[in-house]
């Protein structure tokens, strides 16, 4: 694996230092969502920031929901593929709310390596994902730091990244066939969730990783 990116080492610094002041002087964990578009860097930040912090990290594409034929996703709109994407209530219950107040989380990921099934959908993996509770919960994904969360979050983190290079690290670990339909799937909905339900400005930190 590749060095972290300058700027998300340096991000990372910056991002322990804010956690720390919010974390003063609290008692109950601290709960970090980490947002942005796909190929901005999210999971490579994420694997820092986890063993800078000691966290408990939860990847929000393990609560992956959109299990919805072609033809009915396209006549879905932008906003209701937003709402569709991840089950952020499975996501609620069964791990932030339990690792938030310091509880154990136990959860099962779908399984993406043995791809969907007939029917669009994909099986869950028979091996739970099970995280301790730590001082700092950092829950990574698109959409994570969605309205329907916003009473548990404390600090929210938006990694930007221009479009092209998105595309060219998208490009640089997906087969050709898959990224076109990744991009008629997701381009609309994750523009229209960073200008419209939640934009740069909503964010507590911007990290910029061009």
């Known amino acids: 694996m590749s060095a ?17 002041r919010r974390r003063a002087a609290r008692i109950a964990p601290l709960l970090v969502a980490l947002d942005g578009a796909s190929g901005s860097g999210k999971s490579t930040l994420a694997a820092l ?14 609560f992956y929901a959109a299990h919805v034929p072609d033809a009915e996703w396209a006549r879905c709109s932008a906003a209701e593929k937003v709402d569709r994407c991840i089950d952020w209530r499975r996501l609620r219950t069964e791990a932030l709310e339990p690792l938030r107040a310091g509880r154990p989380a136990r ?6 390596d043995r791809g969907p099934r007939p029917d669009g959908t994909y099986a869950r ?10 001082p700092t919960v950092l829950v990574e994904g698109a959409y994570s730091a ?5 009473d548990l979050i404390d600090v ?6 221009p479009l092209e290079t998105r595309h060219t ?3 640089a670990r997906e087969e050709a066939k898959f990224l076109e339909a990744w991009h008629t799937r997701w ?6 969730y960073f200008t419209t339900i939640r934009p740069p400005s909503a964010f507590d930190l911007v990290v910029r990783n061009p």
């Open 125 to 134: 993996h028979p091996d739970p994902c099970i995280r301790q509770p730590r």
């Open 49 to 62: 920031l986890t063993d800078a912090l000691d966290a408990a990290w939860v990847p929000g594409d393990d």
């Open 187 to 192: 381009d609309e909905a994750e523009l229209h």
């Open 107 to 112: 959860w099962l990921r779908l399984d993406f």
């Open 4 to 20: 972290p990116p300058a700027a998300l080492r340096s991000a990372c610094l910056d991002i322990e230092a804010l956690v720390e």
């Open 146 to 150: 969605r309205p329907e969360l916003a």
């Open 169 to 171: 690290r998208l490009a």
């Open 156 to 161: 929210t983190i938006l990694v930007d990244a």
